[in-house]
């Protein structure tokens, strides 16, 4: 099974990266939509880049709030239920390979030999 997790050096590197990419696409494509319809339509302003990268940042605030992921609370839930309900159905032996999988995929470790 392939680990997908990236080294821990690597993580510092390459969130900024795809921080950085993030907001350069979204930030050139509001600005290229705005640029685009809005001057046409409504005879409003055009927009630089970083007037673009603001009126996302503001739509964010604006729509989902400065916390976390309050707005998909119940698609957890429901998934949370429904992860309970399948390691419910388990027997004991297999709950314990499954978490045994699971821990080696999400960690990057080798599982427990010893137990």
């Keep these: ?7 821990r050096g690597v993580k ?10 993030f907001c350069l696409v979204f930030g050139f494509g509001t600005m ?29 605030i604006l729509f ?16 949370k239920h429904r992860f309970e309900e399948k390691l419910a159905a388990m027997t004991p032996e297999e709950r314990e390979k499954f978490k045994e999988e699971y821990h080696h995929r999400c960690c990057c470790k ?3 030999k010893e137990k």
Excluded: K, Y
């Excluded at 290229?32 to 964010?60: C, E, I, K, R």
């Excluded at 400065?66 to 429901?78: E, N, P, S, T």
């Design 1 to 7: 099974m392939r680990c997908w997790c990236l080294p």
């Design 12 to 21: 510092f590197i390459a969130i900024p990266i795809i921080a950085a990419a």
């Design 32 to 60: 290229l939509l705005w640029n685009a319809l809005v001057p046409d339509l409504f005879h409003g302003p055009m927009l630089t880049f970083w007037q673009a990268v603001g009126l996302l940042v503001l739509s964010h």
């Design 64 to 79: 989902r709030g400065f916390g976390g992921h309050r707005h998909g609370d119940w698609a957890h839930r429901h998934w």
């Design 110 to 112: 080798e599982p427990d």
